[in-house]
């Protein structure tokens, strides 16, 4: 199922002239998605002699700004995606760019800091979403830091809808939907849908599964001035 999710995401890169849309947004988020690249530097703590691994990028959007913030950038996501990461960063030295999905690649190396982020949701069923993460976090350094981010949470998303704040955002979300531009119309004709959505019980499992293993885990709430924050969750995990 995921391959179908990275050949989608690909042509998205290839095809889509705005990056915001090729990784899954709308134009009228494009403010709220400039604060996701500092969000994430505050939780991983990236220093500058650091490694840095991103397993979907995407178009870059989030790597690229972070590759100023770290010595060395690792890359995973499929063709398309890669392709057009390449030609953004043809003069960047510390870059690696890997094509394919992270599960089926056979990488032996240590990484400081892993971004994983707005890909969890993409990963069925949870079994291989508990792989995927487990193959991540034995993937850092000692004291390494793994950042799972952007997951939607089905319980937190229907308690927030029922809650006077989360109708009047709603509200406003489907106004916005409205006033779509063109490439936000093909990015909506292009969606797939996403089964098996983390609730609150799953979040906790993974949690306690990470910690059987020996790294510490923590659940974060996401900031609410992201696109979604007011309904997605983060999971940070911690190497010894």
């Known amino acids: 199922m995921l391959n179908n999710f ?7 890169s290839m095809n889509l002239k705005s990056t915001v849309n090729a990784s899954g947004r709308f134009s009228f988020q494009e403010k709220e998605m400039k604060r996701i690249v500092p969000e994430i ?24 700004p972070l590759s100023f913030l770290c010595d060395k950038v690792t890359v995973i996501d499929g063709g398309g995606a890669i392709e057009r990461i390449k030609r953004r960063t043809n003069d960047h030295d510390n870059f690696t760019y890997i094509k394919g999905e992270f599960l089926a690649i056979n ?24 792989e995927f993460i487990l193959k991540a976090a034995d993937m850092l350094k000692p004291g390494g830091r793994l950042l799972i981010g952007d997951i ?3 319980d937190r998303k229907y308690r927030f809808a029922n809650t006077e704040k989360g109708q009047a ?18 990015k909506l004709e292009h969606d797939k ?10 979040l906790m499992e993974i949690l306690l599964k990470v910690r059987e293993k020996g790294f510490e885990s923590y659940l974060l709430p996401q900031s609410s001035s992201l696109p979604f924050g007011y309904t997605r969750d983060d999971i940070l995990i911690k190497a010894w």
């Not at 990275?6 to 998205?12: A, H, L, T, W, Y």
């Not at 530097?41 to 690229?64: A, Q």
């Open 169 to 186: 955002v709603n509200k406003v979300y489907r106004e916005n939907l409205k006033k779509l531009t063109i490439e936000d119309r093909i």
């Open 193 to 202: 849908p996403v089964e098996n959505i983390l609730n609150d019980a799953q």
């Open 107 to 130: 990488l032996k190396e240590k990484f400081d800091c892993i971004l994983a982020y707005s890909v969890l949701m993409y990963v069925e069923p949870f079994e291989r979403k508990l």
């Open 41 to 64: 530097f505050k939780i991983l703590e990236l220093k500058p002699y650091e490694t840095l691994l991103d397993i979907g990028c995407n178009c870059g959007d989030i790597t690229i």
């Open 152 to 154: 939607v949470n089905s």
């Open 6 to 12: 990275i050949n989608k995401f690909s042509e998205d």
